[in-house]
């Protein structure tokens, strides 16, 4: 069983909609990232969060320590956002765990 | 701002060979940790280090190491390569220690062929 787990695995939108991408996490964490994967191979960070929601421009995303749970949402989706969304956590002891990402593609 | 640079950005080994893999860190970033991605196993902890110490390693062969020298950058080694080997290697930076509030910077990886 992947100590995180994301769903959907693909999704495609129109541009302009609404999405939302969540993850699920088995382990204790100190600190939860949302990261963003182009073809090519670089990966950005979008946010690292430990509690509570965080938003920069379109972007916003949430946790629930409770629930174990996180989304990612994008409001009015744009073809530029199309790429690979990866969540990862970092446990107390310093052990990085991935999601296996989520392939989105924003049709124009 | 320089980014995170890796060198080489695409190389091709043998079955048997070594591979150094370099990682420079963003000026002042005392922090580098390396990744492994592949198509099958998605992204990989292999280790972390801060101001020149080990923090922490992944689930991975001791075939795979790494050092970080004073100036903060790193290399990662991997010997005698077998053909699993074969992936994206990916280095990554932050300000600080793990754990930390820091944001993590990625370089663009070094592309690995093992034939």
């Known amino acids: 069983k992947n100590e995180v787990e994301q769903s959907p695995q693909n999704l495609t939108a129109q541009e302009g909609e609404f999405i939302t991408i969540n993850c699920s996490y088995s382990v204790g964490i100190s600190a939860l990232h949302w990261l963003q994967q182009h073809p090519g191979g670089g990966i950005v960070s979008l946010f690292m969060l430990s509690s509570g929601k965080k938003k920069h421009g379109r972007l916003i995303a949430t946790i629930n320590i409770q629930e174990k749970h996180s989304s990612l949402h994008i409001t009015a989706s744009h073809p530029r956002d199309s790429a690979v969304y990866i969540c990862a956590v970092r446990s107390p002891g310093n052990q990085f765990y991935f999601g296996t990402g989520t392939s989105l593609t924003v049709i124009p | 701002k320089a980014g995170v640079t890796q060198t080489p950005r695409y190389l091709i080994k043998t079955r048997g060979q070594q591979v150094t893999l370099s990682c420079s860190p963003i000026s002042g970033h005392r922090s580098v940790s390396w990744y492994q991605q592949t198509p099958g196993q998605g992204l990989q902890f292999l280790f972390e280090?801060?101001?020149?110490?080990?923090?922490n390693k992944g689930n991975f062969p001791g075939r795979f190491s790494g050092r970080q020298f004073s100036n903060s950058r790193s290399e990662m080694n991997v010997s005698t390569l077998e053909l699993g080997d074969s992936a994206l290697y990916l280095c990554a930076s932050s300000l600080g220690a793990s754990g930390g509030g820091n944001t993590i910077y990625f370089g663009e990886g070094s592309w690995l062929t093992v034939v």
């Open positions: 280090y801060f101001s020149e110490t080990q923090r």
